[in-house]
Nanobody, 122 residues
Framework: QVQLVESGGGLVQPGGSLRLSCAASGFTLDYYAIGWFRQAPGKEREGVSCISSSDGSTYYADSVKGRFTISRDNAKNTVYLQMNSLKPEDTAVYYC???????????????WGQGTQVTVSS
């Protein structure tokens, strides 16, 4: 059974850090680009970051550039999203998803995790 499971969310103060994990089971992440998306209440799901399968190229939304870092550990079949200097506007449910290539469009992704809540508040 193909499955993606996110973890690492939680409540953090502004300026703090979190590391999200996206663990895959039932398939090998090596052959997939992995994207991170987020969705805040009342807003559409937006792309945050993506890492390609081929050469490990990374992409970031302008709103998170310089603060978030995506990485992958193929041996652990896991992708990470390190989030630093968090802001209240980063509050959302964060999802990871697998696709054949990086894209900012949710519809281009084949598999999705269930999401993990990130709340940035003092």
């Amino acid at each position: 059974q193909v499955q993606l499971v996110e973890s690492g969310g939680g409540l953090v103060q502004p300026g703090g850090s979190l590391r999200l994990s996206c663990a895959a089971s039932g398939f090998t992440l090596d052959y997939y680009a992995i994207g991170w998306f987020r969705q805040a209440p009342g807003k559409e799901r937006e792309g945050v970051s993506c890492i390609s399968s081929s050469d490990g190229s990374t992409y970031y939304a302008d709103s998170v550039k310089g603060r978030f870092t995506i990485s992958r550990d193929n041996a652990k079949n896991t992708v990470y999203l390190q989030m630093n200097s968090l802001k209240p506007e980063d509050t959302a449910v964060y999802y990871c998803a697998a696709s054949r290539g990086c894209s900012s469009w949710p519809r281009d992704y084949d598999y999705w995790g269930q999401g993990t809540q990130v709340t940035v508040s003092s």
